[in-house]
């Protein structure tokens, strides 16, 4: 390999190392569902907390589905207004409002549902969470 090839890899390799996923500080601070579920003899939640949680996905799940319908819907109808030569453009920023209000309702949806979820959880089994998610064991209780 040349000294110029080299120095391109390196150079490359450096910059992909040096790029980091983007902070989530929302994603850090909530749990998602599946992880509460998954950990849920870990976390040591109790009956009333597992109630909680089922009826609560339950409710979101119900909506989540209603909403995805409709968004594929107004996607759908977004796209055929595009196809149009020429496009309507009111009509399409129109139809693009249709889906991103959507979006937003599904997007705010997701982060109430994890809102209750934390709110049910202790600060010790937000604790043991956040030691999961970080990749390690959750400490036994004393």
Partial sequence: MNRCTLAAVLL??????A??????????TLFPPDLVMAHQRAIGL??????????????AQTKFTETQFQLQDNMEALVNLL??????????????DK??????EIK???IGLMVRIKNKLTPEQQAKLRQIRAGGKPRPEE
């Fill in 12 to 17: 490359i390799a450096t910059w992909l190392g």
């Fill in 19 to 28: 790029q980091q996923p983007p902070r989530d500080p929302i994603g850090e």
């Fill in 46 to 59: 109790d009956d009333a907390q597992k109630t909680f949680l089922r009826a609560e996905l339950v409710k």
């Fill in 83 to 96: 196809k149009q030569t020429p496009a309507d453009e009111s009509k399409a920023l129109e139809q693009l």
């Fill in 99 to 104: 889906v991103l209000n959507l979006e937003r």
């Fill in 108 to 110: 705010r949806a997701q």
